[in-house]
């Protein structure tokens, strides 16, 4: 198998997880381009020296202060001209995320996929808004779109669905999406603390940003329910279709009451198909600690696929972090190399 061409677009804490991936896994590919809206931009067609590149940016350098170039070198091009002009194989977009405009991942990838290139992305705004119709364009260039990042981090939701339920049908995801929530709620249980307190220390352990609303209110688990019923159930909703509710009004009072009564409290994304319509929504849910959601505490995820040949299969695992979210990024990259 030839060699193949890789460029990335954003390169921040994801971005250097692949970085350390690939360093320390060698696959069959040939990092040629990155472009980072805050650390700049490089080409080296005779490819360029991972180790030596991270290096660099461990020690908050940029990505044109490398010197190793080639004397055919480019530096100094927005993404948009580096996607165009790096004659890649391969496009790993994985800057930050706009879920109202899905801007400017979009535009990247529509512009690596009209250059015949396959995309690999975990930004979840391209992926909630326009999933049909960016698979078409990929289809139409004859590529690949992968978005295994976009749901659970390198959790492999998307690979399970596509290669291990082959041949069995899928009518119904549902699970903890979101880790921050996961954690407040598991702290309010087991250690009697009140909302408040529980937040704070999310975001004194960096699960949750300094605005939390994001997370508490619903709005990330949203976007990847819409991922969900788009890409896995075959839908083509949009996140207003879906009602939303975070668990921003769950008391301790509430939270111990549920306890009380051998339930405990979730904040669920769902979606099922029912006579060829989609139904999905995000909300708080009292489980019966029989479920096996039930049981996932902390910053897990965890996602119940429900179908109709396994009946309900659940998996579990990380849905943040540096190299987790990295290895989204390679495990689609390898994906890529396995369809070539």
């Given at each position: 198998?030839?060699?193949?061409?890789?460029?990335?677009?954003?390169?921040?804490?994801?971005?250097?997880g692949?970085?350390?991936?690939?360093?320390?896994?060698?696959?069959?590919i040939?990092?040629?381009?990155?472009?980072?809206?805050?650390?700049?931009?490089?080409?080296?067609?005779?490819?360029?020296?991972?180790?030596?590149?991270?290096?660099i940016?461990?020690?908050?350098g940029?990505?044109?202060?490398?010197?190793?170039?080639?004397?055919?070198?480019?530096t100094?091009?927005?993404?948009?001209?580096t996607?165009k002009?790096?004659?890649?194989?391969?496009?790993?977009?994985?800057?930050?995320?706009?879920?109202?405009?899905?801007?400017?991942?979009?535009?990247?990838?529509?512009?690596?996929?009209?250059?015949?290139?396959?995309?690999?992305?975990?930004?979840?705004?391209?992926?909630?808004?326009y999933?049909?119709?960016?698979?078409?364009l990929?289809?139409?260039?004859?590529?690949?779109?992968?978005?295994?990042?976009?749901?659970?981090?390198?959790?492999?939701?998307?690979?399970?669905?596509?290669?291990?339920?082959?041949?069995?049908?899928?009518?119904?995801?549902s699970?903890?999406?979101?880790?921050?929530?996961?954690?407040?709620?598991?702290?309010?249980?087991?250690?009697?603390?009140?909302?408040?307190?529980?937040?704070?220390?999310?975001?004194?352990?960096?699960y949750?940003?300094?605005?939390?609303?994001?997370d508490?209110?619903?709005?990330?688990?949203?976007?990847?329910?819409?991922?969900?019923s788009?890409?896995?159930?075959?839908?083509?909703?949009?996140?207003?279709?879906?009602?939303?509710?975070?668990?921003?009004?769950?008391?301790?009072?509430?939270v111990?009451?549920?306890?009380?009564?051998?339930?405990?409290?979730?904040?669920?994304?769902?979606?099922?198909?029912?006579?060829?319509?989609?139904t999905?929504?995000?909300k708080p849910?009292?489980?019966?600690?029989?479920?096996?959601?039930?049981?996932?505490?902390?910053?897990?995820?965890?996602?119940?696929?429900?179908?109709?040949?396994?009946?309900?299969?659940?998996?579990?695992?990380p849905?943040?972090?540096?190299?987790?979210t990295?290895?989204?990024?390679?495990?689609?990259?390898?994906s890529?190399?396995?369809?070539?």
């Amino acid at each position: 198998m030839n060699e193949k061409k890789l460029v990335m677009i954003g390169c921040g804490t994801v971005g250097q997880g692949l970085l350390e991936i690939i360093k320390d896994k060698t696959p069959n590919i040939k990092l040629i381009a990155i472009s980072d809206k805050l650390k700049g931009s490089l080409i080296d067609p005779k490819g360029i020296d991972i180790p030596y590149m991270l290096g660099i940016l461990d020690n908050d350098g940029k990505v044109d202060d490398y010197d190793k170039a080639s004397d055919k070198a480019i530096t100094g091009l927005d993404a948009i001209e580096t996607i165009k002009k790096s004659n890649g194989d391969i496009m790993a977009e994985m800057t930050y995320t706009d879920i109202e405009t899905g801007e400017p991942a979009t535009s990247h990838i529509k512009a690596a996929l009209k250059q015949g290139m396959h995309v690999t992305t975990s930004n979840k705004g391209p992926a909630a808004l326009y999933y049909t119709k960016l698979q078409k364009l990929a289809s139409d260039n004859g590529v690949k779109l992968f978005i295994e990042g976009t749901v659970m981090s390198g959790t492999p939701i998307f690979n399970l669905a596509r290669e291990c339920f082959a041949g069995s049908k899928i009518t119904e995801v549902s699970g903890i999406l979101n880790g921050t929530t996961n954690y407040i709620l598991s702290k309010m249980e087991n250690e009697g603390w009140d909302y408040k307190d529980a937040l704070k220390k999310a975001q004194e352990l960096g699960y949750a940003e300094a605005d939390p609303t994001a997370d508490v209110e619903g709005h990330d688990a949203l976007a990847k329910v819409v991922i969900l019923s788009n890409c896995i159930l075959g839908g083509n909703i949009k996140p207003e279709d879906v009602p939303c509710e975070g668990i921003n009004n769950i008391t301790l009072e509430d939270v111990k009451e549920a306890a009380e009564n051998g339930m405990r409290y979730k904040l669920l994304g769902s979606t099922k198909i029912e006579e060829n319509k989609i139904t999905a929504s995000v909300k708080p849910v009292k489980l019966e600690l029989s479920n096996p959601l039930a049981g996932v505490g902390g910053a897990t995820n965890a996602l119940t696929f429900k179908t109709d040949l396994l009946g309900e299969v659940t998996i579990q695992g990380p849905g943040a972090g540096k190299i987790e979210t990295g290895y989204s990024i390679f495990v689609d990259i390898i994906s890529i190399l396995n369809h070539e």
